[in-house]
């Protein structure tokens, strides 16, 4: 069983302390394509024998757009379960309140970070990655049921 001393206190503490923008993290930067964008040991591109290495290094580069493409896929289903838990006891405890709508704010910016890191990559990797097409169909119904987010 996974136990925690976390407060609601704490955690919007710690939220107000470590507060950052999309904008602080990506305006005016690129990804450096002369490197690999995740790590050996997560990629496994090194394994990949009937490659050359500037084709693990573009499949590396692939596969760190996807991680993106999943996160922001998977993450989804976040904010509507903060604003749902928000919801609950919205005229009760104004710490938990507020702690949660920070939560919900704080995923809507890793939304528009994915999204914002997906179109970088799109526009300078130089050759466009297709996704699923059924892709973005998913998280809305998934998102209204707990079994399918926990899933996650
Ligand atoms: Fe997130």
């Given at each position: 069983?996974?136990s925690?001393?976390?407060?609601?206190?704490?955690?919007?503490?710690?939220?107000?302390?470590?507060?950052?923008?999309?904008?602080?993290?990506?305006?005016?930067?690129?990804?450096?394509?002369?490197?690999?964008?995740l790590?050996?040991?997560?990629?496994?591109?090194?394994?990949?024998?009937?490659?050359?290495?500037?084709e693990?290094?573009?499949?590396?580069?692939?596969?760190?757009?996807?991680?993106?493409?999943?996160?922001?896929?998977?993450?989804?289903?976040?904010?509507?379960?903060?604003?749902?838990a928000?919801?609950?006891?919205?005229?009760?405890?104004?710490?938990?309140?507020?702690?949660?709508?920070?939560?919900?704010?704080?995923?809507?910016?890793?939304q528009?970070?994915?999204?914002r890191?997906?179109?970088?990559?799109?526009?300078?990797?130089g050759?466009?990655?297709?996704?699923?097409?059924?892709?973005?169909?998913?998280?809305?119904?998934c998102?209204?049921?707990p079994a399918?987010a926990?899933?996650?």
């Amino acid at each position: 069983m996974l136990s925690h001393n976390y407060s609601y206190r704490d955690i919007l503490q710690n939220s107000l302390k470590v507060a950052w923008t999309e904008r602080q993290v990506l305006d005016g930067r690129d990804f450096d394509y002369s490197k690999r964008f995740l790590p050996n040991r997560l990629s496994g591109v090194d394994d990949v024998r009937c490659l050359d290495d500037r084709e693990k290094l573009k499949l590396n580069q692939i596969m760190g757009n996807a991680y993106c493409h999943i996160f922001a896929y998977v993450e989804e289903y976040i904010i509507p379960q903060a604003l749902e838990a928000a919801q609950k006891d919205i005229y009760g405890d104004e710490t938990r309140l507020r702690t949660l709508l920070r939560f919900a704010e704080d995923e809507s910016k890793h939304q528009e970070l994915f999204r914002r890191s997906t179109a970088l990559f799109e526009k300078g990797f130089g050759v466009r990655c297709s996704l699923i097409p059924a892709a973005k169909r998913w998280p809305r119904w998934c998102s209204a049921s707990p079994a399918c987010a926990a899933t996650f």
